[in-house]
């Protein structure tokens, strides 16, 4: 009987312009991206025809034709969805709200469609590779949240604000790493948040056999203090490590898990030690 084990694939990645070291889980000798590949997965995200292009008009009629094909072919025919023009507002809003506590409610309002239908409609936009879900991370947590998923897009190019944009592309590099750690048989690997009833929140919790590993935090400044937060939650759940990751520091040839303590690093040199 034949066996296959398969793989996830993902948006190309920093660590993968610089060429990917799988012997471990992460790349302890990490390489300095080159500043056009840099640009070019900021401002084209990771999908291989916008970004080798690196150019902005093919951008733009790349993203038409990919939304023609999501929202006019792709989900007319392989979905009984009829009411096309309000899921793609559903994706459309979603861009909108990446990396923000996700209301059904709220979305369900602005769609115009009940609750239960949102809650049909965006499983199928995950199953078609439009956005993903991180959920909270609860245990040991006191008086975290439990329920509200955050949603993050496929290609972070489409998301407008700066911000979340960073956050949006941190997070496709740290699921393209757990994904990729747990098929390859390095363990069990899952991506949370964490949040509690005091609003206190880091963006990111990597798990490791259902026990945190580490925690990152997404700035666009170096410049911004590092978050109380982050000494908070790795407080409450033991993580070994705990980033925050800051989109305009320069690249430091270092290796980030040195340090168990918070601590700012790079996104240049944190995210080259991933997959």
């Not at 900021?42 to 008009?57: I, K, L, Q, R, V």
């Not at 979603?94 to 769609?111: A, D, F, P």
């Not at 609750?115 to 040991?140: G, M, Q, S």
């Not at 056999?209 to 982050?230: A, C, G, H, I, N």
Request: proline share 4%; hydrophobic share 40%; aromatic share 14%.
């Amino acid at each position: 009987m034949g066996r296959y084990f398969p793989y996830t694939l993902h948006p190309i990645s920093v660590a993968e312009c610089n060429g990917i070291d799988v012997g471990g889980l992460v790349n302890r000798q990490p390489r300095k991206i080159d500043e056009d590949q840099w640009q070019s997965l900021w401002n084209f995200g990771g999908f291989p025809e916008p970004f080798f292009s690196a150019d902005s008009t093919f951008h733009k009629q790349w993203l038409s034709i990919r939304s023609e094909q999501l929202f006019r072919d792709d989900l007319r025919d392989l979905t009984r969805i009829q009411e096309l023009g309000q899921i793609q507002a559903l994706a459309h809003i979603l861009s909108s709200q990446v990396g923000k506590l996700t209301s059904y409610t709220y979305l369900s309002k602005s769609v115009r469609v009940s609750v239960d239908t949102i809650r049909r409609w965006v499983p199928i936009l995950e199953a078609f590779h439009y956005c993903f879900r991180v959920k909270p991370w609860f245990n040991n947590v006191a008086r975290a949240l439990r329920k509200e998923p955050k949603y993050y897009l496929w290609d972070w190019s489409q998301v407008q604000d700066p911000g979340a944009k960073a956050e949006n592309l941190v997070a496709s590099s740290l699921l393209k790493a757990t994904n990729f750690w747990t098929e390859s048989g390095k363990g069990m690997f899952d991506l949370h948040y964490v949040r509690d009833k005091q609003k206190r929140e880091v963006d990111f919790l990597v798990t490791r056999d259902r026990t945190p590993w580490f925690l990152v935090e997404v700035k666009s400044s170096s410049k911004v203090s590092l978050s109380s937060s982050l000494h908070y939650f790795q407080d409450q759940t033991n993580a070994k490590h705990a980033f925050q990751v800051a989109m305009d520091f320069d690249y430091v040839e270092r290796d980030c898990f040195e340090f168990q303590k918070p601590v700012i690093v790079p996104a240049k040199t944190f995210l080259a030690q991933l997959i």
